[in-house]
């Protein structure tokens, strides 16, 4: 089945500064990868989300990035505030096309001020 | 509401007896899943509901975990006889449409089993 190793587990940044996540996965055909926020004691929330037929994808200060061919996919975020340090999980689906999904196992952010 | 409501948001259940996680969806998102999430880990996937049909459950971990959607709104998993190993977060998500929207998660229910 699908596996997805997400890579670093921690970072700290000075405010302001760039971070990024990358992740690998194993599937193929996989085709969906969102990238999900998770602050102490909520749930995940989406962020920004990527398909396998785009190559990158921009909202504001966030972007992703995809190589199909080295099954790889990165997180970007500039200009870095406090309000960034959560932890943050990427994802893929199992298969092409279906609903479940396999995500990393997280990385902690850490902006200082 | 507004978002996916889960209740109870803590719940501590001496080993041995059988626990109820309720979730509340998005009014009119057709899609809902479970997933567990351990302490230090990312979610992993329990089950899926498509309304009220159950259309993938290969990620409960074993026969003790039970989970049902009867009118395609509100669903509830079921944990019987607990161990200690159940311990964890339990999150509920649904989705209108996945490629377009993405999920959207609840807060979650920390189970702890002791």
């Known amino acids: 089945g699908e596996n997805v190793e997400q890579h670093p587990s921690t970072l700290s940044v000075q405010e302001g500064d760039s971070a990024v996540i990358k992740c690998t996965y194993s599937?193929?055909?996989?085709?969906?990868f969102p990238w999900y926020k998770q602050e102490l004691g909520k749930g995940p929330q989406l962020i920004i989300d990527?398909?396998?037929?785009?190559g990158e994808k921009k909202d504001q200060r966030i972007a992703v990035t995809l190589n199909k061919t080295a099954k790889h996919f990165s997180l970007h975020i500039t200009e870095t505030q406090p309000e960034d340090s959560a932890v943050y999980f990427c994802?893929?689906?199992?298969?092409?096309?279906?609903?479940?999904?396999?995500f990393g196992k997280g990385m902690k952010l850490t902006v200082n001020p | 509401g507004a978002g996916v409501s889960q209740s109870p948001r803590y719940k501590v259940a001496k080993r041995g007896q059988d626990v109820a996680l309720r979730c509340d969806p998005i009014?009119?998102?057709?899609?809902l899943f479970w997933y567990q999430q351990a302490l230090g880990q990312g979610p992993e996937f329990l089950t899926y509901?498509?309304?009220?049909?159950?259309?993938?459950k290969s990620g409960l971990p074993s026969d003790r975990f039970f989970a049902e959607r009867p009118e395609g709104s509100v669903s509830t998993l079921k944990i019987q006889r607990t161990q200690q190993e159940d311990s964890a977060v339990y999150l509920c998500?649904?989705?209108?449409?996945?490629?377009?929207?993405?999920?959207?998660f609840g807060s979650g229910t920390r189970l702890t089993v002791v």
């Open positions: 994802a893929a689906t199992a298969q092409g096309g279906s609903e479940k999904l396999v």
């Open positions: 009014s009119g998102h057709v899609s």
């Open positions: 599937d193929s055909a996989s085709n969906y």
């Open positions: 998500a649904s989705s209108l449409n996945r490629d377009l929207y993405g999920y959207t």
């Open positions: 509901f498509q309304n009220e049909a159950q259309l993938d």
């Open positions: 990527i398909r396998s037929n785009v």
